[in-house]
């Protein structure tokens, strides 16, 4: 009983030894299995609250922007665009869209609209006046009674 080790024969050792290599190739595909499963919730869970923040943000986004993006996309400009100091045709007819539906739609004052749109207050409210008579539009709270 020479080889005999910890109250084991050779052959018990080896089978063990067997049972335990077994073992951890088995364990060792599930550990690598679970592994992925779990990087994979990991992805999910990221791309679930990256689209829970992409809701909130849009929804806490001020009213002012939503109103400058609707503009932008109906006039097919982007909103970076209204917002430089390009004068193109097209471009300008859609910014004074923007000041009079800022000016209607909301409780902003000229001068507010113009920290927004980085523009001074006269030029909202020339804005304003322009759309009102390109569109045929009674211009709001009597701005066509003010000095021109």
């Not at 290599?21 to 595909?29: C, E, M, R």
């Not at 592994?35 to 679930?48: D, H, N, V």
């Not at 922007?65 to 109906?74: D, F, L, P, T, Y």
Request: one cysteine or more.
């Amino acid at each position: 009983m020479a080889y005999m080790t910890n109250g084991m024969s050779e052959a018990g050792r080896r089978i063990h030894q067997a049972g335990l290599a077994f073992q951890s190739k088995v364990g060792g595909t599930h550990r690598r299995l679970r592994q992925q499963a779990e990087a994979i919730e990991r992805e999910q869970r990221a791309a679930r609250l990256e689209e829970e923040a992409r809701a909130r943000r849009e929804e806490l986004q001020p009213r002012w922007k939503k109103i400058v993006n609707e503009v932008a996309k109906k006039h097919d400009i982007p909103f970076r665009v209204i917002m430089s100091d390009r004068r193109s045709y097209n471009i300008v007819r859609a910014r004074q869209e923007c000041y009079w539906q800022l000016y209607t739609e909301t409780t902003m004052s000229m001068p507010l609209i113009g920290r927004v749109t980085n523009r001074h207050h006269t030029s909202i409210l020339h804005g304003i006046r322009r759309h009102c008579e390109k569109h045929g539009l009674g211009c709001p709270m009597g701005l066509s009674e003010w000095r021109k």
